[in-house]
């Protein structure tokens, strides 16, 4: 009985085995496991909300429309199909992994549109890649290796050594696997549809009709759904979307109507026209952040110049980067154009073409000469095209300066402000307007000792160290280029601003609490990243001083214009002058804001209600009912610059205004309004008009 019973087992254990081996969904069933397993460890890499069962299932389900095919693949065209999705899935997971640690983002399609400027990245991109980020690969070994063992095991020639017969499939077989395929396509659709339409009715409502933030997507679909999600977004918007409503053209006018009645407070108050035909220098920092202004580190200060400078200018200590994954193209853009980057992708790389009212633009109907300085390739994030668009007279690129101060990326700054000053004054044109972006600060900050002469002390050996030094290095750049300023008799006809472009991407908090001495708030974390240095110099040091109201990087052109006496609310800008009593809410890309009250911080869910509304003085939570309204609204900001630059609807907006006006002359972007609307602003010029009233 016993001897029966043994035979049986083995028996039942030999069919269970052939049974396996025929059963086509197999190996799929081990590669979901993998990438399951892989996908749990990465979300809590990304640590934007956690693994919750609605997740888990509608990545099991993603993974189950990406195997389901396979059923009806021979046996050795399955394994290796399977190994190849292995190894592009870990690859897509650990791109998207090293593209969050420096964005806080996924990548998305306009993102792979900018493919062609990874090789430059190729120093950062190593330095955010960590050992155990090989985890991802390493059930690759064993993919590979049972593909090579089916297809060498299952080869022609091998089976009629052996005198098997090529296996011959049925009609019945044919079926089982055609119906096992569609039954696996309906299960991993219904695995996907069911939470997410859950979520959508739910907690998530709305959430995929805005742009604001991809985190919260990427919450309800999971990483390969926010994929399939994002190429379905892409392709509706490029391919088979419609255009604006013209209830949506009605929202972008009613909003900018509002904004132009703010915008025309800056008309009206001393500081308007006082520097008109004054000459204009913009810097931007390569992400030069604010928390190193005043710092010192073994009782050397980190930016000396710089903090000298600040005090014979009039500084801005809340001013706040509000990019998005355009970065440096971003705070470009919401420099010069002042309207909001885009969710996904550069506005450079994606909209260069559309219209834009951008300060270059405006400035030529002044009678300046705009040009724009970089020392690298004009081919980088679209500039050439872009600039074009802009309408700057010239742009420099790395190919108009000599490399004498090779260092980081490119051209040392030093180089590159000397080399800058002496293209203007080759030019001999007054008044011009000059916007010049450096380089060397750039991640992962490893310039050579010899060139930053600072010592991080405790940092050292650190990628913040390497922060510190390369900031210590450009306050030093910047030092140089006031004084060539001087020396080339340019400083006391030039409005000189300089801000940083956009955070360093370095989130620990624990070195920048060791800086400061002390531990860091919740609140001071999020805003330490957004913060970047502001300041104004005035010929003569006029208006020395320092303004605390929250602005940001869109405000800039407004600003420059009010000092030059042209009137912003003639163009479709969004932002207001940093030095009028008007205000306006700094609206962050993820729909963040900052007032003088208080500072909102969205969940990575998406919901209103689950941000974190703080007191801007104590920046301690409060009710969220203080922060509600102004979540809102900045919403509809995002959404409206979305429509505007997505949909191209500057050139319908000014058409409307126009034509609301009775003005038949027409809008444009270059700018040549002038001062029509207001023939006697400008009438006061020089360093001796009123100062601006205090914040």
């Keep these: 009985m016993i001897s029966q019973l043994q035979t049986a087992a083995r028996s039942g254990i030999r069919l269970s085995l052939r049974g396996l081996r025929k059963w086509p969904y197999g190996g799929a069933m081990l590669f979901i496991a993998a990438m399951l397993y892989k996908l749990n460890w990465l979300d809590g890499q990304l640590n934007v909300g956690g693994m919750n069962p609605w997740k888990w299932t509608v990545n099991l389900g993603a993974m189950v429309l990406a195997t389901f095919w396979t059923v009806w693949l021979g046996r050795r065209t399955r394994a290796v199909v399977l190994a190849c999705l292995d190894i592009v899935f870990s690859a897509v997971m650990l791109a998207d992994l090293v593209y969050f640690r420096y964005f806080k983002d996924f990548i998305s399609v306009p993102?792979?549109?900018?493919?062609?400027?990874?090789?430059?990245l190729e120093d950062s991109i190593w330095n955010l890649i960590h050992p155990g980020d090989w985890i991802l690969f390493a059930d690759l070994p064993a993919a590979v290796a049972i593909a090579v063992f089916v297809c060498w095991r299952l080869r022609p020639s091998?089976?009629?050594?052996?005198?098997?017969?090529?296996?011959?499939?049925?009609?019945?077989?044919?079926?089982?696997?055609?119906?096992?395929?569609?039954?696996?396509?309906?299960?991993?659709i219904y695995m996907i549809a069911v939470p997410v339409n859950i979520q959508k009715n739910g907690w998530a409502r709305g959430l995929f009709v805005g742009n604001w933030w991809n985190v919260p997507i990427y919450n309800v679909t999971g990483l390969f759904g926010f994929h399939g999600y994002d190429a379905y977004r892409y392709a509706k918007e490029h391919w088979f979307g419609s255009g604006p409503s013209q209830a949506d053209i009605q929202e972008a006018e009613e909003w900018f109507d509002k904004r132009a009645a703010l915008q025309k407070q800056a008309e009206?108050?001393?500081?308007?026209?006082a520097y008109k035909g004054k000459n204009v220098l913009i810097v931007q920092a390569e992400a030069f952040q604010t928390f190193v202004i005043g710092q010192s580190v073994n009782g050397k200060e980190i930016t000396p110049n710089l903090n000298k400078l600040i005090g014979q200018s009039l500084y801005f200590p809340n001013f706040y980067h509000q990019t998005g994954q355009g970065r440096t193209s971003d705070a470009d853009f919401l420099t010069n154009c002042s309207l909001h980057p885009m969710p996904t992708?550069?506005?450079f790389i994606r909209f260069a073409d559309h219209t834009y009212n951008c300060l270059p633009s405006i400035l030529n109907g002044q009678g300046y000469d705009t040009t724009v300085h970089h020392a690298y390739e004009g081919s980088f994030w679209n500039r050439n095209n872009m600039y074009r668009n802009m309408q700057y007279a010239d742009f420099y690129t790395i190919k108009d300066y000599t490399n004498d101060e090779p260092l980081g990326w490119s051209l040392g700054d030093k180089s590159f402000f000397r080399q800058t000053i002496d293209q203007l004054k080759q030019r001999d044109k007054s008044p011009f307007y000059a916007f010049a972006i450096t380089i060397s600060g750039h991640h992962p900050y490893n310039l050579p000792s010899t060139a930053t002469h600072f010592d991080a002390g405790p940092f050292e050996g650190t990628t913040f160290g390497d922060y510190l030094k390369a900031s210590h290095y450009v306050d030093e750049a910047v030092g140089e280029l006031?004084?060539?300023?001087?020396?080339?008799?340019?400083?006391?006809?030039?409005?000189?601003?300089?801000y940083g472009d956009h955070d360093n991407s370095l989130y620990d908090a624990e070195p920048y609490e060791k800086l400061f001495g002390r531990k860091l708030s919740d609140q001071e974390k999020d805003a330490l990243q957004r913060k970047v240095p502001f300041f104004i110099h005035f010929p003569n040091d006029a208006h020395a001083g320092v303004i605390e109201k929250p602005v940001g990087q869109i405000d800039t052109t407004p600003t420059v214009l009010q000092l030059l006496g042209i009137p912003a609310s003639g163009y479709k800008l969004m932002g207001v002058s940093m030095l009028s009593e008007a205000e306006a809410p700094v609206v962050f890309r993820n729909g963040g804001f900052a007032t003088k009250q208080v500072y909102y911080v969205p969940s990575d869910d998406g919901i209103l209600e689950h941000g974190t509304c703080y007191l801007a003085e104590t920046g301690e939570p409060t009710e969220m009912s203080a922060?509600?309204?102004g979540a809102e609204a900045a919403r509809l900001e995002l959404k409206v610059s979305d429509l505007v630059v997505e949909h191209d609807l500057i050139p319908t907006l000014l058409d409307s205004a126009n034509g609301a006006s009775g003005d038949t002359s027409g809008g444009n972007a270059g700018g040549e309004k002038a001062n029509e609307e207001n023939p006697s602003a400008g009438s006061e010029s020089g360093s001796n008009a009123a100062p601006p009233a205090a914040p």
């Design 268 to 273: 009206t108050e001393p500081m308007f026209g």
């Design 158 to 188: 091998r089976l009629e050594r052996l005198g098997q017969p090529r296996p011959r499939k049925s009609l019945k077989a044919v079926l089982l696997r055609l119906a096992l395929g569609v039954a696996l396509l309906v299960g991993g």
């Design 627 to 629: 922060c509600q309204a």
């Design 345 to 347: 992708g550069s506005v």
């Design 111 to 120: 993102v792979l549109l900018q493919a062609g400027q990874v090789g430059e």
């Design 482 to 498: 006031v004084q060539r300023l001087k020396d080339e008799g340019l400083w006391d006809n030039t409005i000189l601003m300089f």
